[in-house]
């Protein structure tokens, strides 16, 4: 049995960040609804992620591999609905009341049972039974519309609080679909590393085992050419605001990954570099590092400073303790990276990370207080028009997080059955 | 107020729905101009590692031939073949080509020894897979054995049938059906060294010649495919 490392590590910080957040936010009082289901949302998307990640992490014997393809794909449910939730919601809500947020949650119950029918009769690799994975069209295109509507309204384009709200809109495609823009030119170039990316490059041992069909691969890069389509446009916009002197932190995040997107059509697409050792460390230092390390960090970023976790006293503790935990161990992993692609030894790089950790003794705590200052908060202006008043009772709040354990539970105890039956992941009982 | 929101109206507001059109257009277009590259331009290695099975069987066919060349004593002659000479057609794929280089001596002279022949296949002019290490490109003889001259023509053939479940039947297909290989001429050279019988010192019994028997047959295949 092998462990991938960087995905474990990965699936610690997601389940590190769920289950603090899921803390935080069961216990926020007086924080408008849209906000409270997102910080709700964010905590079980990760933990299903997080766990998906420890368990996936390990390469099992031929016999278990089944049942690892169907935990990640059933729990992959509960994380893409939570994403595709909060995209109705947040940062502006499309679901004005109770009865449109049960609408959408029974249709998203929906797909997955389609989903789950079609695991059975076809297999995890049928383009139906991957119907989920058309997150990032749904997703991104909202997101993006947000985006642009508030970036360029006329004469807010310095007002903190309508740019904030399409940098939260930026902020959550960047951590759904960040990885995808380190190849996006191969979009446009016509070029076989963008064509020919499967569900299996993916990190992780369950990912690796998925097997790649015509059309699961043309649906699986469609939404990853619509990612980058979403990546570019907020690339253009971005330099255009750093050209008028309003660029902010988010727009050098866009610009940065899309400008290693760049480097990755150099990197990628010469024939020359094909089987040259630098492509794999290349895709770790940025897909692989986004996929595993920097989307738990995103989110972070995303429950503190939008606003969807408020930093009280009560709380300040375990959120302190929770960005900390996320930013020293992201950090150490990425420094271990980095002294494995070094080529010195590991005693010296040690004493080098030893000198650097010293000199930079409490710099976590300083980020901290960074991250939780003067967090972002919505505009008075339309406030109603853009976010109706739902009162949320905590009993309602109780059976939300009910339902969403519930879907992971069910999740894990189908995936198990489901091995236990004989249900051949990669065919299906069809097959 | 809150009621009087609805998509369109915050899609089509004055000041976004240009930009929103504009958006909408472009994405419609990049979705358009993926599906094309996907199915169309790219080479995109779809069904790799599969959980179908094929098996891919070869139906084989022999064209063979003979040829008689009489080569003088330090002197080289040519055999040319292509497709068109042995009458191939051009949808045909041609696995390898073997030939049989047989000799006597023919001078009648008594305890006249074998000749020295050196037949060897020119590594030029047909498309055919020839750093394959199997191939047999040259062999000398200097007492009338047998000569075998293997050419691999066609890339990994060996005429075994087989089955995979790391391609899909478009990428076994492209594997099998490049007609290319096998075009253009083959040239096989004959150099013949005489020995002289050790009566040769009278001047009517003379070794000056050889005849050479060229034996060719080339292996021609195509291919089946069935899933299971």
């Known amino acids: ?431 | 107020m809150k009621d009087d929101f609805s998509i369109l109206d915050f899609l089509m507001e004055d000041y976004s729905r240009r930009i929103l059109a504009c958006f909408l257009s472009f994405f419609m277009i990049t979705l358009s101009f993926h599906g094309i590259s996907f199915f169309y331009v790219v080479d995109v290695q779809a069904g790799e590692s599969s959980s179908i099975s094929y098996s891919v069987s070869f139906i084989t066919n022999e064209n063979s031939g003979q040829e008689s060349i009489l080569v003088a004593d330090d002197s080289s002659e040519s055999l040319v073949l292509s497709r068109e000479i042995v009458s191939i057609d051009e949808q045909t794929k041609i696995g390898y080509i073997e030939f049989l280089v047989t000799y006597s001596e023919t001078s009648g002279e008594f305890l006249d020894p074998c000749d020295d022949v050196h037949i060897e296949i020119s590594p030029s002019g047909m498309i055919a897979d020839w750093s394959n290490p199997n191939n047999i490109l040259s062999e000398s003889s200097s007492d009338c054995e047998d000569m075998i001259l293997i050419l691999y023509v066609y890339p990994n053939y060996s005429g075994e049938n087989y089955s995979t479940n790391e391609s899909s039947i478009e990428e076994i297909q492209n594997i099998w059906s490049d007609i290319s290989f096998g075009s253009g001429e083959l040239t096989v050279t004959i150099d013949v060294n005489t020995n002289s019988p050790p009566t040769s010192i009278v001047p009517s019994i003379q070794d000056d010649n050889e005849e050479i028997i060229v034996n060719w047959t080339f292996h021609l295949f195509d291919f089946q495919i069935d899933e299971f």
């Open chain 1, 1 to 431: 049995m092998e462990i991938d490392g960087l995905v474990a590590v990965g699936g610690i910080l997601s389940l590190a960040l769920g289950i603090c957040g899921i803390i935080l936010a069961r216990r926020q009082k007086d924080i408008i609804w849209n906000k409270m289901i997102g910080a709700h949302l964010i905590s079980w998307m990760f933990i299903s992620r997080g766990l998906t990640q420890a368990i996936t992490s390990f390469t099992l014997e031929e016999n278990l591999q089944d049942l690892q393809i169907f935990v990640d794909q059933f729990l992959d449910f509960t994380f893409v609905f939570s994403i595709v939730l909060l995209s109705f919601i947040f940062p502006i809500p499309f679901i004005r009341n109770k009865k449109q947020l049960v609408y959408a949650i029974f249709f998203l119950v929906s797909i997955a049972i389609i989903a789950t029918f079609s695991i059975i009769l076809n297999g995890v690799n049928h383009p139906l039974s991957m119907l989920h994975a058309n997150v990032y069209i749904v997703t991104g295109t909202i997101w993006t519309i947000i985006y642009l509507k508030f970036r360029f309204m006329p004469g807010k384009e310095d007002d903190q609080e309508i740019q904030g709200i399409a940098s939260a809109a930026l902020l959550l495609n960047v951590l759904v679909v960040g990885y995808t823009w380190f190849k996006w030119t191969g979009l446009y170039t016509q070029s076989e590393f963008f064509y020919n990316q499967k569900i299996s490059s993916l990190p992780g041992a369950a990912n690796a085992l998925h097997e790649s069909q015509l059309y699961t691969d043309y649906i699986w890069t469609m939404n990853l050419a619509a990612a980058s389509f979403f990546g570019l446009t907020m690339f253009v916009v971005e330099l255009y605001r750093v050209f008028k002197q309003r660029g902010d932190w988010t727009s050098y995040l866009v610009i940065v990954y899309m400008v290693l997107g760049i480097f990755g059509q150099l990197i990628h697409g010469f024939e020359s570099v094909e089987n040259s050792s630098f492509r794999p460390v290349w895709e770790l230092m940025t897909s692989t590092l986004h996929y595993t390390l920097i989307r738990p960090l995103l989110a972070l970023l995303l429950l503190f400073r939008f606003g969807l976790i408020r930093i009280e006293d009560r709380n300040r503790s375990l959120s302190k303790t929770m960005s900390i935990i996320l930013i020293v161990v992201a950090s150490s992993a990425i420094l271990e990276i980095i002294q494995s692609l070094i080529p010195i030894t590991e005693l010296v790089s040690a004493g080098i990370l030893g000198l650097a950790i010293a000199l930079a003794i409490g710099w976590e705590e300083r980020l901290f207080n960074s991250l939780v200052s003067n967090p972002l908060v919505y505009p008075n202006h339309r406030k109603e028009y853009f976010f109706p008043n739902i009162d949320f009772e905590s009993r309602e709040m109780e059976l939300f997080d009910r339902g969403l354990l519930i879907s992971i539970l069910i999740g894990m105890f189908l995936a198990v059955i489901f091995e236990l039956v004989g249900v051949p992941a990669a065919g299906g009982i069809l097959g």
